[in-house]
């Protein structure tokens, strides 16, 4: 089992920038793929990024390319989410997830493990 756990979450105006964190905990060394997603009231789990955490390859979605980045440090067993130039339909419960495989990195239901999620949000 992996537990995840995010924080970092917070109230930011426009144009801002927040950095979230995910820690793992657990048989870490199982897990292929880390990533972020988000959620807003009344729409469903969307993809936000993903890293491979062997290669460091990562993909974004269009609506953050640009913007976001996503890391990882193996050795501290964390995932990041660097967010700039936030905007106001940013706003939502974001996620960090971890798959064994995750081949298909943009379906949540390719990842095996899940945090509890963070709230970001954006004023304008």
């Known amino acids: 089992q992996v537990q995840l756990v995010e924080s970092g979450g917070g109230l930011v105006q426009a144009g801002g920038s927040l950095r979230l964190s995910c820690a793992l905990s657990?048989?870490?060394?199982?897990?292929?793929?880390m990533a972020w997603f988000r959620q807003s009231p009344g729409k469903e789990r969307e993809f936000v990024a993903a890293?491979?955490?062997?290669?460091?390859?990562?993909t974004y979605a269009d609506a953050v390319k640009g913007r976001f980045t996503i890391s990882t440090d193996n050795r501290e067993n964390a995932s990041y989410l660097q967010m700039n130039s936030l905007k106001t339909e940013d706003t939502a419960v974001y996620y960090c997830a971890a798959g064994i495989k995750a081949l298909r990195l943009v379906e949540p239901t390719t990842y095996n493990y899940w945090g509890r999620g963070t709230q970001v949000t954006v004023s304008s």
């Open positions: 890293i491979r955490r062997d290669r460091g390859d990562t």
């Open positions: 657990g048989r870490t060394s199982t897990i292929y793929r």
